[in-house]
């Protein structure tokens, strides 16, 4: 156990009154005492694996994760962050042929208004050979042909492309030459994906709910 | 030795204490008000925190704002306008149409020009005035202090704004208050100077910048309580308890989960420890 | 310490660790195997309970500081928005606004116990010493933790406080100018209280690494103040010492959780729920419980630097004490005279502590009244007494009691007196 008999600091101590006592009493000690070096054990105890020893042990495992969860949820989104987690906006704003770029969740998402040509421009191509196929049909709500609303970040690595630039008149990357068309899907350039959509719902004729 | 050296020092410092005549505060005890929310089991009144919210709305909210508060708070769970349909406070209808009441302050993103918007959950309740210096020059020169943690800023909490809204009495004879103070006994103040009688019999209490808001039927309640001035009281006070503390039914409700838990579990590490040292004399 | 370690490293890859960092062996030799006085009481759990509130108090104060925001303008809004929108934020917040104050109560109970025990005595004076290193700090840093939320009694408390180092001549302005990075307490006052906040919980964590250290060379004093002298007196820290620490933990995170689920602000103050106002000083500035005594002593001194140096002295007494305390005996359970001023000692810290929480001019007990006010002791005098015997206890009964009382009887060893029973046996 590494105790070796260390003597009192301020000198000596009353004495014992009675010599033969003291020496009886170190040996109940002695005899008390049968912990051997290194284990803890007391070694007439044989279950060392007591319930109540694991029954306490379990319980402070389970007040740990209990005092854990509160501490690792509240780097989850705060009640003010997930008020902002959806926005609605008024479509009257965008002109035809015109897009509005709106902030949702720290990104910029795209509300474009397209004219007749640029829908029918997007239908032709729906079977083209591009990168990421879609049909125009899955990138807008049904009946409203006319919206597209997509998150303005480029699939590449993240700028937000311009309007109407490209050989198809839909975006223009300026970072990496991606370009998209007017459905925003990725036809040249390094993009991996079409733009994404994110999810939206029309709650009237003017007035579309984004997230 | 010593002792009889504190001893005679304590009588030496009662000859000496020195008659001072520092002016004092004071002011009447709160009421003794029960509430439902009250101890280790209590829970917002629903019905009552909804009649407080109009209360606040259609009187208080004239000159006090309550800036920490947003309107979506009022559909979370405890809270008046709670409901189990709308799990997401943001899409409460009842909240929505209540913060389209509101108008707050915005900037026009096309011209940049400050505007006012109809409010959204997502927004906060607006200040009636501009800022602090229109608030206090519109009041008197006292600001309308804000709502949103008023019961617990206060000693008494919400009994305190309960005894003030309905302790308001006309000053005793002999004590002089200007066109904007208002005596209250439950306001902490020092009236000597001004008062003219007795010096032994101050009144208790002070000066209010804050007319008595409320009377008898100034709200009529959607569900037919009678509106006296200790109910609009009550239940405003209710409605500024829950707040300033909207989380205070879940924290009792976590607390008693917590309590039995602990305590269970010092019963088994009491049994573990007992059982440790069984052989071991200590 | 003395000994060699007995830890045995039982598989591959703890001997080949064993070699390179003998980290476990620590770590065994320090809470395992580490021999233990058989006899510590109850109040031998509240190092265990400081450790614990010292950990908690930085793990939530780290989450607290990820939604705290230190600007004038924003620090209050901020710690309502934690209340409100932070998930499980009320929790947080209630967990370290009250935790400080459970610390600092476990704090005193710690000291007082080493007071009692005779623990700051030969050969443990470092420890003693580097005990009040930490409780310095955890001064320090609760008094700034405090100032951040930025309510009134966060501002006036600042206001008050750094205006004391005012009190210095010649340096004094100029010493409270730099502190608030400007004229008054303001913004750069509470973005460096921040700061400072943040960083000395973790100097306190190396100071108690020192403590702990120093304190597993000695040993453990035990409430015989009897060092042991063979195995038949200690008893190995783990199962033993763990687990009578652990539940003297639990039942301590019962009275913290009391509070924090059911008058989470009962030990706080009201008027720190009004925003800070430069132009108005509330009523009554009052500092936070753990300070009253401090702010008697303070308040006890007409002089605005003696009461400066004396608030100091004070703490300085408990730095010095190893050397004023003359005594061979250690532990006050066999020293009744002693233990009898132990007592009042006790009751003076109390005293002042309600002193600090009342106006100096309000009566305690009121004897007569004149036309220019009452007459009888007010809290000034009361705590002038009370100052008077804190000192003349460090500086004048202690180092006379040494040499002048008459002890009781020690007993031999650790061992004899719990096994015959001894009946002098006193907690």
Redesign the interface.
Known sequence: ???????????S????SDGV??RR??K???T??E?K??D?H?A??PSRR?F??I??VA??A??GV?IAW??I????P?????????I?FDLTKVAEGQQVVVKWRGKPVFVRNRTAKEIAAAVKDDHAEMRDPQTDAERHKPGKAQWLILVGTCTHLGCVPTFGGGDYGGWFCPCHGSVYDTAGRIRKGPAPKNLVMPDYAFLSDTKVKIG | MLRKGIVLAAALGLALAGASAQAATTHKEPKDVHWSFEGPFGKFDQAQLQRGYKVYREVCATCHSMNLV?F?NLA?PGGPFYDPKYKNP?ESPYVKALAKDYQVDDIDSETGDPVKRPA???DHFPSPYANTAAAAAGNGGAAPPDLSVMAKAREGGPAYIYSILTGYEAPPAGLKAGPTQHYNPYMSGDLGSYWSGDKHKTPEGGFIAMPPPLTADKVTYDDGTKATVEQEAKDVAAFLMWAAEPKMVERKQVGFA?MI??I??AG??Y??YR??W????H | ????????PKTAFTRWLDTRLPIVRLGYDSF??Y?TPRNLNYWWTFGGILSLCLGLQI??GV?LA??YDPSAGHAFASVE?IM??????W??RYLHANGASMFLLAVYIHIFRGLYYGSY???REVLWILGCVIYLLMMATAFMGYVLPWGQMSFHGAVVITNLLGAFPVVGDAITTWLWGGFAVDNPTLNRFFSLHYLLPFMIAGVVVLHIWALHVT?QNNPTG???????????F???AT?KD?FGMVLFLILFAAFVFFNPNAMGHADNYIPANPLVTPAHIVPEWYFLPFYAILRAVPDKLGGVLLMFGAIGMLFILPWLDTS???SMRYRPTARLFFFIFLAACLVLGWCGGNLPDDMVIKVGETDAGPIGLNFVWLSRIATFYYFAYFLVILPVLGLREKPL????SI??PV??GDHSKKD
């Open positions: 156990m590494g105790t070796g008999v260390r003597s009192g600091p301020h000198g101590f009353p004495n014992a006592r003291y009493v170190l109940v000690a002695d008390v005492v912990t070096p290194g803890g007391v007439d105890d007591d109540i020893h029954a306490a319980a402070a389970g007040a209990g509160p501490f949820d509240q780097m989850n705060a009640a003010d962050t997930l008020a902002l987690a959806s609605e | 947003s979506r979370q943001n959204t959950a997502a917590v838990y602990l269970a579990f088994l590490l049994a573990s059982r440790v069984r052989n071991q004399s | 310490m003395s000994g060699h370690s007995t830890y045995e395992v195997d021999p793990v939530s989450v990820m939604h928005s409100r929108d932070v998930n499980y934020g929790l947080i005595k030969a050969p040993g009897v060092d042991p002298k063979s195995k038949a007196d200690t008893v190995p783990t199962p033993y687990v652990g061979k005996v250690r009887p020690v007993p031999e061992s004899s096994l015959a």
